[in-house]
C-alpha cells in the first residue's frame, strides 16, 4: 500500500476530474449532501470560506495496492482502509469523499478532503509526505499487503558513477511533479538541481517526441530514469495537475531550515529515505551566499541631524 499526496486550490477541478469519467464511484463521505458533482463542490467551496485566506484548501491523496493484492480486497476493505489512514495522517472532523477508480491494473482509490475542518480550523500538512510514507509502510505489514521493493528502497548513498546521477534525477523528478503543472516550471525547477532538460523534435518539425535529462556530464533518456517520465508520460501528468489546480507554491511549505532540521534528526539507517527528499535542500543551503548586509544604525539620522544643526548655527555666529 502506497500513498501519492497531493494539495491543491480547485475543488471544481479535482472533483469534476475524478467523477466525471468511466469506472468511477464514490464509495465513501462525510459532511457531503449528495454524490452528484455539482453538489459535491458546493459544499466543499461552502466550506472553505470559513478561511478564505488558506488557497491551498484542498486535500487529495492517492491510495494504491498492488494488483497481488487485488484478490483479498474488497471495496469495504478499501474504505475502511482508508478512513484508518486517515485517522492515522491527522486528517479528522472534516469532509472527505473516497473515489474509487478502475481504470488501472491496480487496486487504487482518491480521497478528497477539505483542509479546512468544521470547526474553521486548518488541517496542518506539515512534512505530510513522509509522514504518509511511514503510515503506508505500517498498515502494509499490519495486514499483510504486498511489499514492493521499488526505487525509493534503493540505498542512495551506496551508489555510484551514472547509477546515482540517475537517482538523483529521478528523485528531483518525483518531487517536482508532484508540484508542477507546466513545462516551464519542471524547468526552473530542474535547473535549480543543476539538472539539464533535452527535448527530441520529430524531423523537420516542431513536434516533441522524446525527452532526455542531463546532470554532470551524463545524459539519460526519461523514459530510462522510469517508464513515467518519458515526454508523453510526463506531459500527461502536468495535465492532470492543471486540472486538479495543482499550483507550484511553497506560501505554506515548511521553511528550509525546518525540513533540513527534521532530515538530520533521523536515524542514520532511515535517512536514505528523507534523502529522496531532503538532499537537495542541503545542496540548496550550502550552496547560498554567506554575504549578509549589515543592520543599519537607529542612531546614525540622529547624530547626523545634530551635526548638520550644530554646523549651521556656527556659521550664523
Not at 549578509?292 to 551635526?307: L, S
Request: aromatic fraction near 6%; charge should be positive.
Amino acid at each position: 500500500m502506497i500513498a501519492k499526496v497531493i494539495t491543491g486550490k480547485s475543488f471544481g477541478g479535482c472533483v469534476r476530474y475524478l467523477l466525471e469519467r468511466e469506472k468511477s464511484a464514490v464509495i465513501d463521505s462525510a459532511g457531503i449532501r449528495d454524490y452528484e458533482v455539482k453538489a459535491i463542490i458546493a459544499d466543499l467551496n461552502a466550506q472553505r470560506k470559513m478561511r478564505p485566506q488558506l488557497g491551498n484548501a484542498v486535500g487529495h491523496t492517492v491510495l494504491s495496492w498492488s494488483n497481488e493484492d487485488r484478490d483479498r480486497l474488497t471495496v469495504e476493505k478499501m474504505a475502511e482502509n482508508a478512513r484508518e489512514y486517515m485517522e492515522k495522517m491527522g486528517i479528522r472532523n472534516t469532509q472527505y469523499v473516497t473515489v474509487l477508480h478502475e481504470d488501472k491494473k491496480h487496486p487504487h482509490l482518491h480521497l478528497v478532503y477539505n483542509r479546512v475542518d468544521n470547526d474553521g480550523k486548518t488541517i496542518d500538512n506539515f512534512n505530510h509526505w513522509h509522514k504518509s510514507r511511514k503510515v503506508c509502510r505500517a498498515m502494509t505489514e499490519q495486514y499483510g499487503y504486498h511489499l514492493g521493493q521499488g526505487k525509493s528502497k534503493v540505498n542512495r548513498q551506496a551508489l555510484r558513477g551514472s547509477d546515482r546521477l540517475r537517482y538523483e534525477i529521478h528523485d528531483a523528478l518525483r518531487t517536482i511533479m508532484a508540484k508542477a503543472s507546466t513545462w516551464k516550471q519542471v524547468e526552473s525547477m530542474l535547473a535549480g538541481q543543476g539538472i539539464g532538460i533535452h527535448y527530441k523534435y520529430r524531423s523537420g518539425t516542431s513536434e516533441v517526441q522524446g525527452i532526455s535529462f542531463e546532470k554532470e556530464g551524463a545524459k539519460f533518456k526519461g523514459s530510462a530514469i522510469d517508464r513515467k517520465y518519458s515526454f508523453s508520460g510526463m506531459e500527461k501528468q502536468l495535465s492532470e495537475n492543471r486540472t486538479m489546480g495543482i499550483t507550484h507554491s511553497s506560501a505554506e511549505g515548511p521553511t528550509l531550515a525546518d525540513q533540513i532540521r527534521e532530515i538530520l534528526h533521523q536515524p542514520l539507517e532511515q535517512r536514505s529515505e528523507v534523502f529522496e527528499t531532503g538532499f537537495s535542500l542541503l545542496g540548496d543551503l550550502l550552496n547560498m551566499p554567506a554575504s549578509i548586509e549589515p543592520e543599519p544604525d537607529p542612531t546614525w539620522r540622529r547624530r547626523k541631524k545634530k551635526h548638520k544643526s550644530e554646523k549651521s548655527r556656527g556659521i550664523r555666529r
